[in-house]
């Protein structure tokens, strides 16, 4: 088993920046790679960025240039830099571990992007 505790979410104003922390605790050498997912109301959950063990990154169209997702292993925290805020990255934000064909789910942090 896999706990992923997110953190960081809050109201910030267009251009602004907030910085996601994910902190994985358990079973952590069965990762293979970190997501970070979001929800906007009405909305499926997307994909936001990734990053896997060898530390390659991937990101969605909408945030690339904007968001930055690195690691710190010593602290098994995966962090997701947001800058550049715009009222359409309002969403509910959700960190996703997988591996060895399980995924796990950390609960979510709200971040709220006043225009």
């Given at each position: ?18 910085r996601l922390s994910c902190a994985a605790s358990g079973n952590i050498f069965s990762i293979h790679v970190m997501n ?80």
């Open positions: 088993q896999v706990q992923l505790v997110e953190s960081g979410g809050g109201l910030v104003q267009a251009g602004g920046s907030l970070w997912y979001r929800q906007a109301p009405g909305k499926q959950r997307e994909l936001v960025a990734l990053i896997t063990t060898g530390n390659s990154t991937n990101y969605a169209d909408s945030v690339k240039g904007r968001f930055t997702i690195s690691r710190d292993s010593a602290k098994n925290t995966v962090y997701l830099q947001m800058n550049s805020l715009k009222p359409e990255d309002t969403a509910v934000y959700y960190c996703n571990a997988g591996g060895l064909g399980r995924s796990y789910w950390g609960q979510g942090t709200q971040v709220t992007v006043s225009s």
